[in-house]
């Protein structure tokens, strides 16, 4: 597990918390509208060891709540060990995956390492291998997505929405396929848009506008009828 970055306050990345987030190297997808390629590909030679995020967290004890892990894909490799020392120190964890490690998640629910799990629902299911880029074994994503709903955690699944990949019909699919799994609306479906930084692993989406406010609020209207709650993130 490499930790390449530590972000040392936020108050948007974990839900009602004042927190930090630990940013690490690697995942097994390769979406090309990834905005964090460099996490990805595995370019940075930066790093932040274990123990001094510990001691950071050690320090900041009275001012920070939570610690939000993300990438990258954490469960890729993430250290099942430092999270229980984050827990010792009385943190609410929060990890962003994309659910293709149901394994991975499921003993970290178990040993209630975690408190919140924002996962990935990076297309309908015909369209995940394109959008990834990858070969994905929907079954682990449906097992993770199972898994959050039976947790009893705090939790929301995520899409970025890209024109004009996403468009009514997508997104329906979208909420067909987890209401299907679930065999109820999940509780929440964040939406967030398309950000044309300049820096993206496939250069095709140098080419792609930012995703206008107008067109996620008519994409949330479509969403509302799959999910009891959808909220469109900045």
């Not at 090309?32 to 123990?51: A, D, M, R, W, Y």
């Not at 990076?122 to 039976?150: A, F, M, P």
């Not at 997104?171 to 299907?180: A, P, V």
Request: hydrophobic share 35%; net charge neutral; aromatic share 8%.
């Amino acid at each position: 597990m490499k930790i390449v970055s530590i972000e040392k306050i936020t108050l948007i990345d974990f839900p009602d918390k004042i927190a930090c987030t630990l940013f690490l190297e690697g995942c097994n997808f390769r979406c090309g509208f990834c905005h964090n390629p460099e996490l990805v590909i595995g370019k940075i030679n930066t790093e932040v060891s274990q123990k001094e995020v510990l001691e950071f967290l050690d320090k900041r004890k009275n001012q920070l709540e939570g610690v939000c892990i993300t990438g990258g894909e954490p469960l890729l490799n993430i250290d099942i060990n430092f999270l229980e020392k984050i827990k010792e120190l009385e943190y609410s964890i929060k990890i962003d995956t994309n659910g293709s490690f149901p394994e991975k998640l499921k003993e970290i629910i178990e040993k209630k390492l975690i408190d919140f799990v924002a996962m990935d629902i990076k297309s309908s299911k015909r369209n995940y291998n394109k959008i990834t880029n990858s070969k994905v074994n929907l079954e682990n994503i449906e097992k993770s997505i199972k898994l959050i709903l039976s947790s009893g955690l705090d939790y929301e699944f995520r899409t970025t929405i890209i024109e004009p990949i996403h468009d009514e019909e997508e997104i329906k699919e979208i909420g067909l396929w987890l209401n299907e799994i679930c065999d109820i609306k999940p509780k929440k479906f964040a939406i967030q848009g398309f950000k044309n930084n300049g820096k993206f692993i496939d250069i095709r989406f140098n080419a792609i506008k930012d995703t206008s406010s107008k067109r996620l609020e008519e994409l949330k209207k479509i969403a509302m009828n799959y999910f009891k709650n959808v909220e469109i993130k900045e």
